[in-house]
Nanobody, 122 residues
């Protein structure tokens, strides 16, 4: 049974930082791409960032490029999302996901975490 558990969400001030973590179990973590998505109230779930199985390739949504950094530690079966220079519009539930392809598309991911709330006050 594959499990993805996010942590690290919470309340932050605008221009502040948060670091999200996603701990994975149940499959060979290092064989899969990992993505971060987010969903704000009343909006579709959207792509934030993705990292390849090796960590050698990353991609970001334009809205977070230069502010967020995705990384992974395959020895710890964990993927991270470092979020800096936070804005009020970053407020959302953040989800990590595991998939066999390096992709920005939700349908490329077959396992999802339960999500962690990030709230940025302006």
């Amino acid at each position: 049974q594959v499990q993805l558990v996010e942590s690290g969400g919470g309340l932050a001030q605008a221009q502040g930082s948060l670091r999200l973590s996603c701990a994975a179990s149940g499959r060979t973590f290092s064989s899969y791409a990992m993505g971060w998505f987010r969903q704000a109230p009343g909006k579709e779930r959207e792509f934030v960032a993705v990292i390849s199985w090796s960590g050698g390739d990353t991609a970001y949504a334009d809205s977070v490029k230069g502010r967020f950094t995705i990384s992974r530690d395959n020895a710890k079966n964990t993927v991270y999302l470092q979020m800096d220079s936070l804005k009020a519009e970053d407020t959302a539930v953040y989800y990590c996901a595991s998939g066999s392809r390096f992709s920005r598309l939700r349908q490329a991911y077959d396992y999802w975490g339960q999500g962690t709330q990030v709230t940025v006050s302006s």
